[in-house]
């Protein structure tokens, strides 16, 4: 499904989600505990003014600052955002008006992010793993659905109990209880216009800037007051975190059972348990104790990766899925056309609502040259 067309609608929820390079943790937490938007090595005193030291941004900064400048230059309906270790999950859509930002937003927002990660992680090469998986909410309960498995991805991967717990990059506290989300970074371009490294009364600090990151309730929402919809958040969470901690309790509870059986006769101890009392003593420890050092001592073999398996969108019933595919199949077969037609020369070909038109290549002789 990697290559599948994308098909834009006004209003319509999309589901987004992508996954760095070989699984690899380049999320993870990497801050200063008094203040979450600076590097564990950076100085507190950092954005002072009066010294010369350059801020050093954190994954949380530099995923927040990515999101609030490609939102500001490519306006589009943010509804929820979070990151986990090795991928990040958004919600979003938009009107008629800005229905082609989606795309733009997209590459906007993960250009950044790739870009500020690896100079933070002094690496080279691609960052994620692929273009962004992308799967429409057809009806209003599937985006809804969809919202509170972003915002409480990490505690049903196990790596804190809470969402408040989260020590990644999260849009939950705006959403549940009104926190700006307020984000920095350095206006590098201003800086080496103005002459960069040649003029040594430049710093930097000088061109550093802040955004803002807002988001917008879900479409099913927007008649909701600000407390009703702040509420609403906060219910859909907690009864989540819930569910996952009655989980956690089962767990607990059949692991003794086995454990107890092993005590009996050593012999009935399964090959590959699928969890053990330590890990899991681990894993109440880690959570009440220390959330941050609990997720940056995660071993892979315990964290979930993202599925393989890519549905075409996600509806409440059947018909509505089946509708959604029709409806897609049409979009797709006019697109082809449209596009052998503009491929072919006929640039004022029309094309559906809620695409691109593919790149034209020119080719040029050596004469012209």
Not at 92 to 109: M, P, R, W, Y
Request: net charge neutral; proline share 6%.
């Amino acid at each position: 499904m990697g290559s599948r067309i994308r098909m834009f609608e006004p209003e319509v929820v999309y589901n987004i989600s992508f996954g760095t390079v070989d699984r690899q943790f380049l999320f993870s937490p990497n801050h200063r505990e008094d203040n979450p938007l600076l590097h564990s090595s950076c100085p507190a005193n950092a954005f002072d003014l009066a010294n010369d030291i350059t801020p050093v941004p954190s994954t949380i900064n530099i995923i927040g600052s990515s999101i609030g400048r490609a939102l500001k230059a490519n306006p589009v309906w943010l509804h929820a955002c979070e990151s986990n270790s090795n991928h990040l999950h958004e919600e979003v859509s938009a009107d008629t008006e800005h229905l082609g930002n989606i795309a733009k937003f997209e590459q906007h927002a993960n250009s950044l992010i790739a870009r500020g990660m690896n100079k933070i992680l002094e690496r080279e090469g691609h960052l994620f793993s692929s273009r962004y998986r992308m799967e429409a909410c057809v009806s209003d309960e599937p985006a809804e659905q969809k919202l509170f498995y972003a915002l409480t991805n990490v505690v049903k991967d196990g790596l804190v109990e809470k969402v408040s717990q989260s020590p990644f990059f999260s849009t939950f506290k705006h959403q549940a209880h009104g926190e700006i989300l307020e984000y920095w970074y350095i206006d590098w371009e201003g800086y080496w216009e103005a002459g960069g490294d040649r003029n040594k009364q430049l710093r930097p600090k000088d061109f550093l800037k802040w955004v803002t990151v807002e988001t917008t309730p879900l479409p099913a929402w927007m008649d909701l007051s600000e407390n009703q919809h702040r509420t609403r958040i906060r219910k859909g969470v907690r009864e989540i975190e819930e569910e996952q901690a009655e989980k956690r309790r089962v767990d607990k509870r059949a692991v003794i059972g086995v454990s107890a059986l092993f005590e009996r006769d050593p012999r009935d101890r399964p090959k590959n348990p699928r969890k053990t009392e330590g890990q899991l003593a681990a894993v109440a420890v880690r959570n009440e104790a220390d959330p941050v050092r609990g997720v940056t001592q995660v071993r892979p073999s315990r964290r979930a990766s993202l599925r393989r398996s890519q549905p075409l969108c996600h509806a409440s019933t059947p018909e509505e899925s089946l509708s959604y595919r029709e409806k897609w199949n049409n979009f797709r077969n006019e697109f082809i056309k449209a596009s052998l037609d503009f491929r072919n020369g006929y640039w004022k070909r029309e094309f559906p609502l809620g695409c691109y038109r593919p790149p034209t290549i020119r080719l040029y002789s050596n004469d012209e040259l």
